[in-house]
């Protein structure tokens, strides 16, 4: 391998900087030449690519999103566009692709190289820390201080005028996010969409509670889920119990902001990691986090398994509530 492109795809992530800092300093070091591809796999299929050097990602490591910008790409679900990416790639006689992303982009990713030969690796790039196979993802340590920082604000006014909150965090169909942020935020409740709610035994509960004058206040974090006004619906069943809950949507703030010391380190070892274990002849595989050690696993698994929410974490987050 003597030229591989590098490409950031989907929602941002704080660290995203970090992990192209670390795949271009590794491989300058090792004689590889680079390029990073702009807007993801969108970029990709408009042939809009720099050469980068090292002074290219000077000054990024503490910048949140990503300097070579993202972008979600239906276009690269058809295999007709995923092999004009490759012939594009090979018009520059760039060897090999690394993405980072989410899941969608590292499935897409496995794609691409089943069909087209490529080698590919693949970082976990989300805040969500969805992904199968990782206990960890770049931007999930900073993403939950930021809910935290919120949530730690939200708690003085809801203490002062004796108020529930629901704060509603990110993670798509996972519960990874908001389980966390419950946990280290003392939430009072914690819904997640691994689990079925029946919204109006909650209100019932903190409605009694509430009577009882010991839990005038609370806040209930609610992860985003699928379901449509999820969090204006457990309000109004709030509402009918007698309480009033307020509603904070913390939203894309979460994805933003300067990583976490956290972020940092893990972006720019994975970063670095990936280039050695293209130059070890590994493809197809993403590079992960498992026990606290870095490892490759099969891009394939992704498609195949779903990651699940630890029950043993969410027991836990019960036994802390009120
Ligand atoms: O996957 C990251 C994420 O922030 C999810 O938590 C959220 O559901 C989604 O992206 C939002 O995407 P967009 O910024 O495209 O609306």
């Known amino acids: ?20 800092r670390g795949v271009v300093r590794s491989a300058l070091s090792q004689g590889i030449e680079v390029y990073g591809i702009r807007r993801g796999y969108s970029g990709l299929l ?6 980068l050097n090292s002074a290219s990602v000077s000054n990024i490591v503490q910048r949140g999103g990503t300097f070579l910008k993202s972008a979600r790409c239906p276009e690269f679900h058809d295999s007709d566009n995923r092999r004009r990416a490759a012939e594009l790639l090979k018009q520059r006689n760039i060897d090999a692709l ?30 969500d820390n969805d992904i199968f196979g990782t206990e960890d ?31 509603e965090v990110m993670g798509r169909n996972s519960g990874f996010l908001a389980t966390h942020v419950g946990i280290a935020a003392g939430a009072e409740m914690i819904l997640v969409p691994e689990y079925a709610i029946n919204i109006e035994e909650i209100a019932l509960q903190l409605a009694a509670s509430h009577r009882a004058g010991t839990g005038s206040s609370g806040i209930i974090v609610v992860a985003e889920g699928n379901e449509p006004n999820l969090t204006a619906g457990i309000a109004q069943q709030l509402q009918q119990q007698g309480l009033t809950p307020h509603i904070s949507i913390l939203g894309h703030i979460q994805r933003g902001g300067r990583p976490s010391g956290h972020d940092r380190v893990l972006a720019s070892c994975l970063g670095a990691v990936a280039v050695d274990y293209l130059l070890a002849g590994y493809s197809d595989i993403m590079v992960g986090v498992s026990n606290g050690c870095v490892v490759d ?6 498609i195949r398994y779903r990651k699940g929410l630890d029950p043993e974490l969410l027991k836990i987050a019960l036994q802390l509530h009120k």
Request: glycine residues 12%.
């Open 1 to 20: 391998i003597s030229s591989l492109a590098v490409l950031t795809s989907g929602g941002d992530a704080p660290g995203m900087n970090a992990a192209i």
């Open 297 to 302: 696993v099969p891009l394939d698994d992704l």
């Open 46 to 51: 408009q042939n809009d690519m720099i050469p």
């Open 137 to 167: 993802t770049i931007g999930f340590d900073t993403a939950m201080n930021t809910a935290l920082d919120a949530i730690d604000r939200i708690r003085d006014t809801a203490d002062s005028h004796e108020r529930h909150f629901l704060v």
């Open 98 to 127: 690394i993405v980072i992303g989410g899941d969608g982009s590292l499935s897409g990713a496995h794609l691409f190289e089943e069909e087209t030969g490529i080698p590919v690796i693949g970082l976990p790039g989300t805040i």
